[in-house]
């Protein structure tokens, strides 16, 4: 084992502060990475804070994690010493249940193993990127084809791009379709740039007029505030999908309401109380659909990760020292960050 600095909790209420944990040395399928970058998700806070009730402490939150690779175990062939690495929300899973076989591990019928918080298969604890470096067996480790400069928005790909890209690519969205992005936060702006990429015409719907400018500098072709309901109803039966990003519980029907016939609204925000019933009326009589969708498989991550170098495409980040994450926290809950916090881990110490 390997004594390793890290940042983290001890328990629900007390500030992140630093912490040494453990690592295990690099076993022969092991690629062991130096964090250079953290991306900072809301899934970190509600874990740090025992908001979904599940946390083990001490916990070190950070799934949004690029790196460089400074061991490899003598049965890894994908990675050598000295490449960029990446680590998103999965270390593990089973590897034999049906989504596991179909790539699909996120929705692996034996749970997959969280890279924070996650004792599935190993029966310990896992520990994130809040730290100096980690062990991730090679195939969910992630290659990155970005160039250097850019590593600091490449990390936040790794949680909010693939959360936004897998429901976009279920859902076929390309060129001739019309779209709409529910929410500008840390996902709706990936889901902005990526839907715009993917050559979709693209609706944002946000609560902020103050956002406007911002949406269309992203890549949308249009800026609708939700909370205007002339807005809202010239958008009504345009769009062939709506990938809707906010948390907070609110009411569906405005949204429902957006859809073409046969179209589908998928969710990707983990509300911490549940959204309104939606209108049975209005899902039945456009044959419209509600749907969910959760991170993405390995391979999917992959062709996500080297569709964006190949587009030139990041997060929008502000960077902060290791010892600031508990005021990022703050700033968080109040939505004052364009788009990402991303933790730089040279900081560390
Ligand atoms: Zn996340
Ligand atoms: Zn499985």
Redesign the pocket.
Known sequence: MTKTKAYGALDARSPLAALDIERREPGADDVQIRILWCGVCHSDLHTARNEWHNTLYPTVPGHEIVGRVTAVGSAVTKFKVGDLAGVGCMVD?????P??ADGE?QY???GFTGTYNGPVFSGENTFGGYSQSIVVKQSFVLRIAHPEAQLAGVAPLLCAGITTWSPLRQWEVGPGKTVGIVGLGGLGHMGVKLAHALGAHVVLFTTSANKVADGLRLGADEVVVSKDPEQMARQAGRLDFILNTVAAPHDLNPFLALLKRDGTMTLVGAPGEPHPSPDVFALIFKRRRIGGSLIGGIRETQEMLDFCAQHGIVSDTETIRMDEINAAYERMLKSDVRYRFVVDMATLG
Do not use: V
């Not at 899973?93 to 249940?97: A, E, L």
């Open positions: 899973s089973c590897g034999h249940c989504s596991c591990e692996c019928d034996n």
